[in-house]
């Protein structure tokens, strides 16, 4: 199960999501203007997730998905 999603260290070209599970497993987000298309990937299986987004584009309204595999 995946819980407690979060944007931060927003900044013009950068920002982390993080979440949680109740399970060991991977990170991975998908994100992109109006649509996902790009991916971001953290290594190891952990419970608590935290993935990196770079080369944002600023003033640009991005959506992004989460998603972990045990």
Excluded: K, R
């Excluded at 298309?37 to 991005?62: I, K, P």
């Amino acid at each position: 199960m995946i819980s407690n999603v979060q944007v931060s260290g927003i900044t013009g070209a950068e920002a982390t999501i993080s979440w949680d599970t109740n399970e060991l497993s991977d990170s991975s987000v998908t994100y992109g203007e109006l649509t996902p298309g790009s991916n971001a990937t953290a290594e190891g299986m952990v419970t608590a997730h935290s993935v990196d987004l770079d080369g944002l584009e600023e003033c640009t309204v991005y959506v992004f998905s989460v998603s972990s595999n045990d």
